[in-house]
């Protein structure tokens, strides 16, 4: 079978590779699932393919046969702006059923409120959730999606090849972070007992995620990390546990962690200490980790993130739902601590597409202490691409638009109203408001095309996701 090739020229190009270059007029040559050629001017003619320079000065696109080579899509990007595809770091896609919910709470009122409609999910409510989630991502420009699912009810079915299962029908690459809870309210977490599982259960169940999904190869579209979900509602035996196991099947470990005043309290009562220096003591440090949120850290803990390479997952508009605090980005990214973004769950931003973390990051860091120089545009779409793929160990394979990486880009349409009177793409796509998708590539495979899915039926997926909502309501009422 003869190679398939994407051409996009005339767009602008924001490489975020390490010297942040920009196009303002070049190309992208996609070849099967990888980027082949990416640079200024029109692409470089490829060998023995049937293509001339007349195909390439028209306007619109043009399907064709390249001969030998395979078919070539050919793409006018004349109003457009090509970045890697983004990078989503923190996710809970059960959340999508019980989105507008306890709308005015902090972050443990919030739980509490919500921990006993949640411990009422099966297996259809998350399908459908986890369908909505990854729809409402995929539309807005993610190519690389985490769900950190951490609520398995007793008898409810096979959540994880449920979740798995539709990150697969959408095409995006995904990170399942196999979640946990087994600290319930009588044994002094935040979480009801009927929400929790045994740490056994847990764990074997984690470890048979990994046995049937994670693939460790340099284009794996899925992969597994061990997640158990907090230090408030998990106990310090399942950390440690959950370090071992993922250390000895080589594996990421991810969690929540310094997110709120309130989990640093908690901390200090229980452990003597403060979350950061907690999960150091479980042997949660170290470069195969993420934590998302990170607010609430002091100079020593973000100087332990940089000396032990432990990421970040960023999610600044959750932080302000909740009122947690503003994570000090500026200061991570100085000590060279990895930072990506993540929507968070979307019970605490409704949104649940990335543009807006992107945004939010920019805004909402500059009324932190750093000011108007907390953050740039480029910083921005930085953490959204590079600093994700790094946080999540597959910064040599995505990220950035360069040649043998992983064709996982986005086209956007920056020539609307939205958009067009903006001279800098760049500041365009991030101040503004979220831009038109025209083409979303992942591994090389359209899964946007003009705004809309093309793996997926997006009306069926809400029809769905409203059904299956209504359907929790009235479970959790009832009980
Ligand atoms: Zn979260």
């Known amino acids: 079978m003869a190679a398939s090739r994407i051409v996009i020229e005339n767009c602008a190009i924001a490489t975020v590779d390490a010297h942040d270059t920009v196009y303002a007029s070049g190309h992208v040559v996609v070849e099967d699932d990888r980027i082949v050629s990416v640079g200024a001017g029109p692409a470089p003619e490829a060998p023995r393919t049937a293509t001339g320079p007349g195909e390439r000065a028209g306007s619109g696109e043009r399907n064709g046969s390249g001969g030998r080579d395979g078919a070539v899509r050919r793409i006018d990007g004349t109003g457009h702006l090509v970045t890697p595809g983004l990078v989503n770091t923190h996710h809970h896609f059960y959340q999508w059923i019980t989105r507008g919910l306890a709308t005015d709470h902090n972050l443990f009122d919030w739980l509490v409120a919500l921990y006993p409609v949640w411990a009422r999910l099966d297996e259809p409510m998350v399908r459908a959730a986890a369908r909505g989630s990854l729809a409402m991502m995929v539309r807005g420009g993610v190519t690389t999606a985490v769900d950190h699912h951490y609520v398995y009810p007793r008898g409810a079915g096979d959540l994880t090849g449920a979740i798995v299962g539709a990150a697969a029908e959408t095409g995006v690459r995904f990170t399942l972070a196999r979640g946990s809870m087994d600290l319930g309210a009588s044994d002094g977490g935040l979480p009801p007992d009927f929400a929790v599982e045994s740490p056994d259960t847990a764990l074997a169940g984690t470890e048979e995620a990994i046995d049937r999904y994670h693939d ?112 000090r980005v500026p200061d991570l990214l100085a000590a ?43 910083q921005a779409l930085r953490l959204a691409t590079y600093g994700g793929a790094r ?67 997006e009306d069926a997926v809400a029809r769905a996701t409203r059904d299956e909502a209504r359907r929790l309501a009235r479970i959790a009422e009832r009980n």
């Open 216 to 327: 460790p190869a340099f284009d794996a579209m899925t992969q597994i990390a061990v997640a158990p979900c907090s230090p408030f509602s998990v106990s310090t035996e399942l950390l440690k546990q959950g370090a071992e196991l993922a250390r000895r099947r080589g594996v990421r470990l991810h969690t929540h962690g310094s997110e709120t005043a309130e989990e640093v309290r908690f901390c200090e009562e229980r452990f003597g200490m403060g979350p950061t220096d907690y999960l150091q003591s479980v042997d949660w440090l170290g470069p195969d980790v993420w934590m998302a949120h990170c607010v609430h850290m002091n100079d020593e803990d973000i100087a332990a993130f940089a000396r032990t390479g432990t990421g970040v997952a960023h999610c600044p508009s959750s932080n302000a739902r909740l009122a947690a605090g503003i994570a």
């Open 336 to 378: 060279g601590v990895p930072v990506g973004l993540g929507v968070d769950g979307t019970a605490s931003n409704e949104s649940g597409e990335l543009h807006t973390e992107l945004r939010n990051a920019l805004l909402v860091g500059r009324l932190g202490p750093h000011g108007e120089k907390a953050l740039n545009a480029r």
């Open 391 to 457: 946080v999540l160990g597959r910064a040599e394979q995505i990220g950035s638009v360069e040649e043998g990486k992983l064709a996982d880009l986005v086209l956007w349409k920056m020539d609307t109203l939205a958009h067009a009177s903006i001279a800098d793409p760049v500041v365009a796509l991030v101040f503004g408001a979220p831009a038109p998708v025209a083409l979303s590539l992942v591994g090389g495979r359209p899964v946007v095309e003009d705004g809309r899915l093309t793996t997926v039926d």
